[in-house]
């Protein structure tokens, strides 16, 4: 059964609710958007959001830490056109991101 849930609405930011294995109750984290100068082509920016989020889950962050390093990197995506950013990109969002 489904233990995690992610609910993404763009400018709104992104809601992460989380079920422990125990009887406690379920967590729920608001996750701010980024401050975005333009938007230019929001291709992408899902595919971007999701893999942030599993590449920090896999690196045992914490949900919230998850959800700002997804929401960054999505938002960044969508100040470009294309749907990805250089490797160069992606490896400094992660470290600033993470290692705050």
């Known amino acids: 059964h489904c233990q995690t849930a992610v609910v993404t609405d763009g400018a709104n930011g992104a ?32 595919d971007n959001y999701a893999g942030a989020f599993l590449y920090a889950l896999s690196q045992h962050y914490s949900l919230p830490e998850c959800g700002r390093l997804a929401s960054e990197i999505s938002a960044r995506v969508i100040q470009q056109f294309g749907p990805r950013l250089a490797s160069q990109d992606y490896r400094d969002i992660v470290q600033r991101v993470l290692s705050a």
Do not use: Q
């Open 15 to 46: 809601v992460i609710a989380h079920k422990p294995d125990d009887e406690s109750e379920i967590e729920v984290y608001d996750v701010a958007t980024p401050a975005v100068t333009s938007v230019i082509d929001t291709n992408g920016a899902g």
